[in-house]
């Protein structure tokens, strides 16, 4: 069983949204996640709350050998940037 991290694309047509979730490789774009780590609104304002992540869960799924997808793993790079920017404040 390959477990991905992966965006699953939820919402409407014009209001795209997204769900962080762990996720069979082999499963549709559709398909039953394992479990849902955050939620992704690249129509959001700031970059603070574009990007919404459970780290622990995010943490637990990479130490068991989930890989996330290029576009999650900027995502979260970024995300994590923002927070270190929060803490400084």
Known sequence: MAVVLR???IGK???PHYRIVAIERSSGPHGQPLEIIGHYNPKADKDKEKVTLNTEKLDRWVKTGAKPSETL???ITRARK???AVEKK
Request: charged share 35%; glycine share 8%; net charge positive.
């Open 7 to 9: 965006l699953q694309r």
């Open 13 to 15: 047509r014009t209001q």
């Open 73 to 75: 793993g900027s995502l």
């Open 82 to 84: 923002a927070e270190k």
